[in-house]
């Protein structure tokens, strides 16, 4: 890996509250496309530090392969990564239905098959977890 992309992982491991998302984020961008370049690799380690790059403008959408490629990574690093900290809201700040909502959409908004299919058993375990929760 590049001096630039292993800078700027240290600098969000450093810096970031929600570093090991980002950084799974990256993962899954190489997971996903294993020639992924640099840039795209670097976007997905910082799409939600700066949303100020072009690269990363409609990263939460998608568009083009690479921007669709950022949001597919984003997904399943969320499905792996954020479930027990949005569980943990229930019932204070959320409710069961609006986390359920939320682990749902980040699975569908997900357009690559092969980002789908390794996303699958993040959600699945994901709602395993939440229907455990009592309201």
């Excluded at 800078?7 to 950084?23: I, Y």
């Excluded at 954020?82 to 069961?96: E, L, V």
């Excluded at 609006?98 to 980002?115: H, N, S």
């Amino acid at each position: 890996m590049s001096k630039l992309y292993q800078d700027t992982k240290r600098w969000v491991e450093e810096n970031c509250f929600n570093a090991k998302h980002l950084v799974r984020s990256a993962y899954w961008v190489k997971k996903l496309e294993p020639k992924a370049n640099k840039a795209v690799l670097i976007a997905a380690l910082t799409h939600d530090v700066d949303r100020g790059l072009s690269r990363l403008e409609n990263h939460e959408f998608g568009g083009t392969y690479e921007q669709d490629l950022v949001r597919d990574a984003d997904s399943i690093s969320f499905l792996e990564v954020a479930p027990p900290a949005f569980i943990k809201f229930i019932p204070q700040k959320r409710t069961k239905d609006e986390v359920r909502i939320k682990f749902k959409f980040m699975y569908e908004r997900i357009t690559l098959p092969k980002a789908k299919k390794l996303a699958k058993s993040f959600l699945k375990k994901a709602m395993a977890e939440l229907e455990k929760v009592k309201e």
